[in-house]
């Protein structure tokens, strides 16, 4: 009668035992979850900090002709009227 109780009693040990360590939520997969978690934070941190760039930009582009006429300068390569373009080309060192 023990001896039956005590080979069940092991065998529910074995079977929650597999479930802590290889069985869905266990403790490997949390840990997998956890680690995935933490770079999707670090993701959405670094998209976040793009959107307020973004943001900013527009607000520039909205508010005053300086944020445009910067766009149009580098962007388009516009200049003013009366204004004199000089544009610099370095050599590249060729081997």
Excluded: C
């Amino acid at each position: 009668m023990y001896k039956a109780l005590i080979v069940v009693l092991v065998l529910l040990l074995l079977g929650l035992q597999y479930r802590l360590w290889v069985g869905e939520n266990s403790l490997a997969h949390i840990s997998r979850l956890e680690k995935e978690i933490t770079q999707q934070q670090i993701e959405n941190n670094r998209l976040n900090d793009r959107n307020q760039v973004l943001a900013a930009e527009v607000k520039a582009l909205k508010s005053g002709l300086d944020a445009v006429e910067e766009r149009a300068r580098g962007d388009l390569g516009m200049i003013k009227e009366n204004e004199t373009f000089f544009m610099v080309i370095e050599r590249s060192e060729e081997k």
